[in-house]
């Protein structure tokens, strides 16, 4: 079996060549974000389990992924993980699962989208977002 640790790893290698983040910003006028390495470390949830198209789960049965994260709730926070992802929804004043706290905005994303590891990397990039786990819509 292939670690997902070093799956994940690489899938973000190759999706912040390409998207422009391994370069020492996330895109915001030259805000840092994350090493690499660093941004293994956001992403609680197995990626590896997740298909080309985003989807988990036995024929029959795929469905995607949502997971969440928090944002400070200003508003370049929100328009650069707008930016990353426009189908991101936001939610002020809610904690999540994750616990965001007061000061922090609720944003919860899917897998059903095209590029959707480049997306996830290059959310797990921002300095900001320190923690990505799957939501559970309970």
């Not at 974000?33 to 956001?42: A, H, N």
């Not at 965001?100 to 997306?119: E, F, M, N, R, Y």
Request: a negative charge; hydrophobic letters at 35%; aromatic letters at 6%.
């Amino acid at each position: 079996m292939r670690n997902p640790r070093s799956i994940l790893s690489a899938c973000l290698t190759l999706s912040l060549a390409f998207s422009g983040c391994g370069n020492g910003t996330d895109g915001r006028d030259g805000e840092a974000s994350k090493p690499e390495d660093q941004i293994v470390d956001v992403v609680t949830f197995d990626i590896d389990r997740i298909n080309e198209e985003g989807l988990v789960g036995p024929p029959g049965g795929l469905r995607s992924v949502t997971y969440e994260f928090c944002v400070p709730a200003d508003s370049s926070s929100m328009a650069a993980v707008r930016a990353i992802d426009p189908t991101l929804e936001l939610h002020p004043g809610a904690p999540g699962r994750i616990g965001c706290t007061d000061g922090q905005v609720l944003c919860i994303g899917h897998t059903l989208q095209p590029g959707w590891k480049a997306t996830l990397a290059r959310l797990a990039a921002l300095d900001f977002v320190t923690r990505i786990d799957e939501s559970f819509m309970e």
